[in-house]
């Protein structure tokens, strides 16, 4: 299944001695040539700095760098590639937790390309003149991929066989997960398990944050908030919910701890200028942070995972590899001489202005620059100058160790850092977002540009991390949630609660619709995932990579979910509606709220404002297109899909592939799977259907379709196949 074309378009442009990173598969092979033959780009090298500029036409668009804020389009900004731990996410932030400096521009000329460079690259995007794209490299050790292709699709998928296949979750992780920082404790986890059950809201998984932790030390579990662990892991398992708990980077500096003591005695820890084990502060106070970058200390931190695994967990999410950095103690210590100094006076008056100055110790840079890591051939290098690989190089040895420890089980993964290439062992999270109405609509720009970037398992803390959600906003950002294949609710200890039940009885409701929608669509989401997989195409796709129309190229607010179904979420305050773009073809408007609801209408190619009540998610299924829906249940295992409803806009003919596997194992990768090609038919008698079934190794589940077509005139076909 996962056979990939081959590279006939990239070129890899090396200039001077490249780290090599791992972003790019090994087993690939493409031409190199000298930097100084790159085409497209003006190259000037200076005092061991790089600059590349490119002049863009007035109508070129340029796209990519996967986790970004701003818009689809990145023209306008100034974007950095250096993983940091930063919240509030404020429009002008340069960079976040992933650095992904694939790009590539469409328009007069168009092609793409990949800097394979790990760390701080700025990519000063039309922002200081409105025509050139400029990128400044702080070194003359780089490899450009170029991909010479024009065709967006085309580029991707040169991308992605060129990075790697994405990430395959295990099924379940289609469905949706809860989580808070934190619910500290089994019983408040149980009764969370206990309140989706009662509601009939379904759910899959449940998130463990860092208090599930004895005092924030990694690998340990506390027993007295979780007394007999595996027997707890089992019986939520037995329930429908995965408990997933978060791991972070830094172990704690304390003699005794099992982790410390190993990574000492190993000399598994990165270096300070002095030759020591460097130490910084997070979460549990002063650390330690392995030295990701050597394969040895990779395996060893991965092997941890088993002290889990052994006791049922399946998923994970690891966190704080940017790495984040509370403070380092010398900096800690002047900043407390100075705020001494300062508050010890009588009368302060400007000075106090400094406080905060002062207590600007997050993250800063100089962190990152006082400590070596040691490659495998021995070299020492700066960590500032790899920076963007330490979550890439954490999760690899987590990804690669997960998959001993659970033979023939597909783990569950995400990342908060990452770099590109980390799309083929894991998904992502998008991190410290807010409550904020800006931030859903910047959620529409990041999944689509992370699916460019191969990072199709994505999703943002749903309803907002920071500030306060309110019923509105969330019930809007659910609507969003419900088609990021991650779907996860999560905010921290600050906010209010914010589970499906926590605002009113109505939002209880239109979220419970929402979800019951969400575990319908499952069956056609995980077909069109493994086809995305497949075929290496987004499965979360821009207008543009469908439809060639003007207006197609502008729109950044709608997006392509899967090939049959075209979204527009409703990001805007108190709007009962919005404009809609409906490209080239007739459209089947489905505003959605119940799984059961068909309110129908076909809809011309135009621009249209459509309404949209609070419980409304405007969807439009495409014409001659296929959609497929199940019977929504409380997880997704709870019971094999036997019967599928077939909704189609059928003025032709339509087909589609539905796709079965086991969801739990890699039987996919040797062709384990069923397929169900489903062809509706229009003749002047109605529609006709007919199925072809294809089994290889696993036998297709579905007996009985309910096919619910519909013609140009919006009139109604109904009829039913036994398999
Ligand atoms: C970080 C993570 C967040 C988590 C918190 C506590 O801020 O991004 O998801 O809840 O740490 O672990």
Redesign the pocket.
């Known amino acids: 299944m996962m056979q990939h074309r081959a590279l006939l378009h990239t070129i890899c442009y090396r200039s001077g001695a490249p780290f090599q990173t791992n972003a790019v598969l090994p087993e690939i092979t493409v031409d190199i040539r000298p930097a100084a033959a790159l085409p497209y780009f003006t190259i000037t090298q200076t005092d061991g700095k790089t600059a590349l500029r490119y002049e863009l036409a007035r109508h070129d668009r340029v796209y990519g760098l996967g986790e970004q804020l701003g818009g689809l389009n990145k023209r306008g900004k100034m974007y950095r590639t250096y993983n940091t731990?930063i919240?509030p996410h404020q429009p002008h932030i340069e960079t976040l937790y992933g650095s992904h400096p694939f790009l590539f521009i469409t328009g007069e000329r168009g092609f793409g390309f990949f800097l394979d460079y790990p760390s701080e690259m700025m990519f000063d995007i039309s922002h200081t003149h409105k025509d050139i794209l400029e990128i400044t490299i702080p070194s003359q050790d780089f490899d450009l991929y170029l991909f010479d292709v024009s065709e967006p699709k085309q580029i991707v998928r040169e991308y992605l066989t060129l990075t790697g296949s994405p990430y395959i979750p295990p099924k379940w992780a289609f469905g949706y997960q809860q989580c808070r920082?934190?619910y500290p404790d089994a019983e408040t986890v149980q009764a969370i398990a206990t309140k989706f059950r009662e509601l009939d809201i379904p759910c899959d998984a449940i998130g463990m944050?860092?208090d599930y932790m004895v005092n924030y030390k990694v690998f340990t579990l506390d027993d007295d908030k979780f007394p007999k662990f595996a027997e707890f892991v089992a019986q939520m398992k037995t329930n429908g919910f995965r408990l997933v708990p978060?791991l972070?980077a830094g172990v704690k500096v304390e003699p005794g701890y099992a982790i410390y003591d190993e990574g000492k005695a190993n000399d598994y820890f990165c270096k300070d200028e002095q030759g020591e084990d460097f130490v910084a502060a997070v979460?549990p106070g002063l650390c330690h942070f392995p030295d990701f970058l050597r394969e040895e200390v990779r395996a060893w931190w991965g092997k941890q995972y088993r002290f889990f695994t052994d006791q049922g967990i399946e998923g994970f999410?690891n966190?704080?590899n940017e790495p984040?950095i509370f403070y380092v103690p010398e900096k800690m210590k002047q900043a407390r001489e100075k705020i001494y100094a300062i508050l010890s006076k009588d009368d302060i008056g400007r000075e106090l202005t400094e406080v905060g100055d002062t207590m600007e110790l997050f993250n800063r840079r100089e962190y990152f620059k006082a400590f070596s890591q040691r490659a495998d051939d021995g070299r020492v290098v700066n960590h500032d100058a790899v920076h963007n690989l330490y979550a890439f190089d954490m999760t690899r040895g987590t990804a690669e160790q997960l998959k001993l420890a659970m033979p023939g089980t597909r783990y569950f993964l995400l990342s908060?850092g990452s770099y590109a290439g980390l799309h083929r062992f894991s998904g992502i999270?998008t991190?410290?977002n807010s409550s904020w109405w800006e931030h859903l609509e910047v959620n529409i720009h990041m999944l689509i540009s992370l699916n460019f970037a191969g990072f199709f398992y994505t999703g943002a803390?749903t309803g907002g991390?920071g500030a306060e959600v309110s019923p509105e906003l969330m019930i809007r950002w659910m609507q969003l949630g419900m088609f990021s294949p991650l779907f996860r609710n999560?905010t921290?200890y600050g906010s209010r609660q914010q589970e499906p039940w926590s605002f009113d009885p109505e939002t209880t409701a239109i979220l419970r619709d929402v979800l019951r929608l969400r575990y319908a669509m499952i069956p056609y989401a995980y077909s069109e995932y493994m086809r995305a997989v497949r075929e290496l195409r987004p499965f979360i796709a821009p207008l543009f990579f469908e439809f060639s129309g003007e207006r197609s190229q502008q729109v950044e607010d709608q997006f392509l979910y899967g090939e049959s179904l075209m979204i527009a979420p409703v990001y805007t305050p108190n709007a009962r509606g919005r404009f809609v773009h409906l490209p080239e073809s007739r459209w089947l408007r489905w505003n959605a709220s119940r799984c059961e609801d068909r309110a129908m209408t076909v809809m011309q190619p135009d621009d249209y404002y459509v309404s949209a009540d609070i419980h409304e998610v405007p969807m439009f299924l495409r014409e001659n297109r296929l959609c497929v829906l199940a019977e929504p249940m409380s997880h997704v295992h709870e019971q094999p899909i036997r019967k599928l409803t077939v909704l189609g806009f059928v003025t032709n003919a339509a087909e589609f592939v539905y796709y079965e596997d086991d969801g739990a194992s890699y039987g996919y990768r040797d062709g384990q799977c069923a397929e169900l090609t489903i062809r509706a038919r229009k003749t002047a008698a109605g529609i006709e259907v007919s199925c072809e079934k294809c089994e290889h190794g696993y036998a297709l589940q579905i007996s009985e379709l309910a096919c619910e077509f519909y013609d140009e005139h919006g009139k109604q076909f109904r009829s039913s196949v036994t398999l």
Do not use: C, E, L, N
């Open positions: 731990d919240s920082y934190s944050d860092i978060i972070d979460w999410w966190d704080m984040a908060r999270w991190g410290d803390d991390f999560h921290w």
